[in-house]
C-alpha cells in the first residue's frame, strides 16, 4: 500500500504531482538539486492552492495541512523510505536514466519506482536498474492539478503489482487511467497529439493558414478543447520537440519528424507559455 511518496524533480509536472498527492493526504518528499529550484516548484504549489481557495474548491485549512505533508530536499538519500517514487526530470533517457541507477541503489527493496516519462519507453528506463520489475510509467498531464488522466505505461518486465500499486496512487489523487500494454515510443497520447503537432507546425511553417486559424480548425472542427499549437505552447515546445524527437527515433516514421521551425524556436528560446513567447505571445 502506498503510504510515502517521493517526487523528484520539482518543475512544472513534478511540482504538480507533489501538489495533488499533499492534498490527497499522501506525505511527500519533493527533490530537486538546488535550492532556487525547490523554491521555484513550492513557490508554484503553494500559488496553486491559492488560486484553488480563492475559487472555494480547497478550503485554507486543507490547503495549509496539504502544503505541510511536503517536504522538499536536495538529497536523493531523502527517497530511500518513499513506497513509490515518481521521477519527474528532463525527458532525455540518459538524464532519466542516472536518477534510476541511483534511486535503485537508494530505495527500499519493495519501493515502485515510476517515471512521468511522455515518450521514452519504460523498457529502456528500467534496463538500468537490478528491479525492472518494479519501473513503471505514470504520465500525467499538464497542469496536473487540472487534468484528469494518467496513462499507466507497463514495460517489459513491469509486474502486476507494481502496475496496480501506481494505479491506486493515481486514482487516490483523482486521476482516470488507461493502461499502455506495450510501450512503444510515446505510448498512446504523445503519438497521437504528436503526429497532429507535427502536422501542424510544417502547415504554419509552409504558409498554408495561420496559427490561429490552424487552431481554431481543431477546436470548431474536431471538438478539440484546445488546439494542436496552443497545446505546444503549453507544454513547451522544446518537450515536444523532445518528445516527438523519442518517436523518430525508435520508429524512423517521418510523421513524427520535426518541422524545421520547431527546431528554430527552441534555438530561439521561444519555448512558449514559459519562456513569454511560442506560437503566440504569452505575458
Given at each position: 500500500?502506498?503510504?510515502r ?12 504531482i507533489a501538489q ?5 493526504g499522501?506525505?511527500v518528499v519533493l527533490?530537486?538539486v538546488?535550492p532556487?529550484?525547490l523554491?521555484?516548484g513550492?513557490g ?13 474548491r ?5 490547503a495549509d495541512a496539504a502544503?505541510?505533508?511536503i ?5 536523493l538519500d ?5 513506497d513509490?517514487v ?16 541511483e534511486?535503485d541503489r537508494i530505495?527500499?527493496?519493495?519501493a515502485v ?5 511522455s ?9 538500468v ?5 518494479s519501473?513503471v510509467?505514470?504520465h500525467?498531464?499538464?497542469p496536473?492539478?487540472?487534468?484528469k488522466l494518467?496513462?499507466?505505461v507497463?514495460?517489459?518486465k513491469?509486474?502486476d503489482?507494481?502496475?496496480a500499486?501506481?494505479r ?10 488507461i ?10 497520447t504523445?503519438r497521437?497529439?504528436s503526429a497532429?503537432a507535427?502536422?501542424a507546425?510544417?502547415l504554419?511553417?509552409?504558409?498554408v493558414?495561420?496559427?490561429e486559424?490552424?487552431?481554431?480548425a ?9 488546439g494542436?499549437l ?10 515536444m520537440l ?8 525508435d ?12 527546431r528554430?524556436m527552441?534555438?530561439a528560446g521561444?519555448?512558449?507559455r514559459?519562456t513569454g513567447?511560442?506560437?503566440y505571445?504569452h505575458g
Open positions: 500500500m502506498v503510504q511518496v517521493a517526487v523528484v524533480g520539482a518543475g512544472l509536472m513534478g511540482g504538480g495533488v498527492a499533499a492534498q490527497a499522501y506525505d527533490r530537486d538546488t532556487d529550484a523554491e521555484r513550492l508554484a504549489v503553494r500559488g496553486s492552492y491559492a488560486k484553488f481557495v480563492e475559487k472555494g480547497l478550503s485554507q485549512d486543507d502544503l505541510a505533508r517536504t522538499t530536499t536536495t538529497e531523502a527517497a530511500a523510505d518513499a513509490l515518481v521521477e519527474a526530470v528532463f525527458e532525455k533517457l540518459e538524464v532519466k536514466a542516472e536518477v534510476f541507477r534511486l530505495c527500499k527493496d519493495d519506482l515510476a517515471s512521468n516519462t515518450a521514452i519507453p519504460i523498457t529502456s528506463i528500467a534496463a536498474t537490478r528491479r525492472p520489475e519501473v510509467g505514470t500525467f498531464f499538464s496536473v492539478p487540472l487534468m494518467c496513462e499507466l507497463r514495460g517489459y513491469t509486474s503489482a507494481a502496475l500499486a501506481a491506486e496512487f493515481a486514482e487516490g489523487v483523482g486521476k482516470t487511467c493502461v499502455v500494454n506495450r510501450d512503444v515510443a510515446g505510448f498512446v504523445t497521437l497529439i497532429l507535427m502536422e507546425v510544417a504554419l511553417e509552409s504558409g493558414a495561420s496559427a486559424d490552424i487552431d481554431t481543431c477546436r470548431l472542427g474536431f471538438g478539440h478543447a484546445m494542436p496552443e497545446t505546444i505552447d503549453l507544454t513547451g515546445v522544446d518537450i523532445n518528445a516527438a524527437t523519442n518517436i523518430y527515433t520508429t524512423q516514421d517521418e510523421k513524427f519528424a520535426a518541422p524545421e521551425l520547431l528554430r527552441v534555438a521561444d519555448l512558449g514559459k513567447r511560442g506560437f505571445p
